[in-house]
């Protein structure tokens, strides 16, 4: 599958518009892209464990949409195959008393994946950028000095998570970002299915409706956003999120296309190391 059509060029200005929301790529059908996904869970299962015994690298894939955009399913179908001991997820909510009580990004630090595992946040530090954005009364009510909420607050995040990006990347830690670009039209398909669908009733609040009112603000924070956040170290994936079976079929290939270029190995054995195996084996082998 070739991506690099939904990659915000770094250094471009893209407009949201542009890309589709409905777009599936080359696939003729659903079932060719979950034949696709079936071999890709394989794959990264497989490539997962190398990463965990290589224990050098990490990855942190970051997951941002709007509401009903198909976050959850992806991770859970995506991840499917992996090893639960390798792979570490967060679901970022409201800050705490005590997260407010620190910078913004003390809370991600906090989360990061330790070396040889795949951490995924399923909203993130973005959440800064974006809500905090369309809602200033949010901004206001954070512990910050005056100085930090004067006009130049966005561009300041801005410069402070990609030096974030880099910092991690520097370390061994490389950044996935998807924004799963679900349409406005879908998003309202999928919040009635919800309504009327009583087992999926516990996943809709009210307050979806009430954000869905601002979708146009949202639209301009992430478009912001992504033009000046999507770098050569950290670009973001705008992946289309009309179809759930193209949206993950696309991000797998992303994620495994990301650890393919790691050029991840087994660790190597030593000769002393070979000889205790083979005292091993024998001491094995002669047991009555």
Same mark, same amino acid.
């Given at each position: 599958?070739?991506?690099?059509?939904?990659?915000?060029?770094?250094?471009?200005?893209?407009?949201?518009?542009?890309?589709?929301?409905?777009?599936?790529?080359?696939?003729?059908?659903?079932?060719?892209?979950?034949?696709?996904?079936?071999?890709?869970?394989?794959?990264?299962?497989?490539?997962?464990?190398?990463?965990?015994?290589?224990?050098?690298?990490?990855?942190?894939?970051?997951?941002?949409?709007?509401?009903?955009?198909?976050?959850?399913?992806?991770?859970?179908?995506?991840?499917?195959?992996?090893?639960?001991?390798?792979?570490?997820?967060?679901?970022?909510?409201?800050?705490?008393?005590?997260?407010?009580?620190?910078?913004?990004?003390?809370?991600?630090?906090?989360?990061?994946?330790?070396?040889? $595992? #795949?951490?995924?946040?399923?909203?993130?530090?973005?959440?800064? *950028?974006?809500? @905090? !954005?369309?809602?200033?009364?949010?901004? &206001?009510?954070?512990?910050?000095?005056?100085?930090?909420?004067?006009?130049?607050?966005?561009?300041?995040?801005?410069?402070?998570?990609?030096?974030?990006?880099?910092?991690?990347?520097?370390?061994?830690?490389?950044?996935?970002?998807?924004?799963?670009?679900?349409?406005?039209?879908?998003?309202?398909?999928?919040?009635?299915? $919800? #309504?009327?669908?009583?087992?999926?009733?516990?996943?809709?609040? *009210?307050?979806? @409706? !009430?954000?869905?009112?601002?979708?146009? &603000?949202?639209?301009?924070?992430?478009?912001?956003?992504?033009?000046?956040?999507?770098?050569?170290?950290?670009?973001?994936?705008?992946?289309?999120?009309?179809?759930?079976?193209?949206?993950?079929?696309?991000?797998?290939?992303?994620?495994?296309?990301?650890?393919?270029?790691?050029?991840?190995?087994?660790?190597?054995?030593?000769?002393?190391?070979?000889?205790?195996?083979?005292?091993?084996?024998?001491?094995?082998?002669?047991?009555?």
């Amino acid at each position: 599958m070739n991506h690099d059509h939904f990659i915000v060029p770094p250094h471009k200005k893209i407009r949201l518009k542009d890309y589709d929301p409905a777009d599936t790529g080359k696939f003729k059908d659903k079932s060719e892209a979950a034949e696709k996904l079936s071999n890709d869970i394989q794959r990264l299962a497989e490539l997962q464990d190398t990463l965990y015994a290589d224990n050098t690298y990490a990855l942190l894939v970051i997951f941002q949409a709007m509401d009903a955009a198909g976050k959850d399913g992806t991770i859970r179908h995506v991840m499917s195959g992996v090893n639960p001991q390798g792979t570490q997820v967060y679901s970022f909510k409201g800050p705490s008393s005590e997260e407010l009580d620190h910078d913004y990004l003390w809370r991600s630090f906090k989360a990061l994946p330790e070396r040889g $595992r #795949i951490g995924i946040f399923n909203r993130s530090y973005y959440e800064e *950028v974006l809500i @905090v !954005r369309v809602h200033p009364q949010i901004l &206001d009510g954070q512990q910050l000095p005056p100085e930090a909420k004067k006009k130049g607050v966005w561009k300041h995040r801005f410069e402070e998570i990609n030096n974030f990006e880099r910092y991690l990347v520097r370390n061994g830690i490389h950044v996935l970002k998807f924004f799963l670009n679900v349409s406005k039209e879908e998003q309202k398909r999928r919040f009635l299915a $919800r #309504i009327n669908t009583p087992e999926k009733n516990w996943k809709f609040s *009210v307050n979806d @409706v !009430r954000e869905r009112e601002h979708w146009d &603000d949202y639209m301009d924070a992430f478009e912001d956003a992504f033009n000046h956040t999507s770098t050569t170290w950290a670009p973001w994936y705008i992946i289309p999120a009309d179809h759930k079976w193209f949206t993950r079929a696309a991000v797998a290939d992303v994620i495994i296309s990301k650890l393919k270029s790691l050029d991840l190995r087994y660790p190597d054995v030593g000769e002393a190391h070979l000889k205790e195996l083979q005292k091993a084996k024998e001491l094995l082998e002669n047991e009555e």
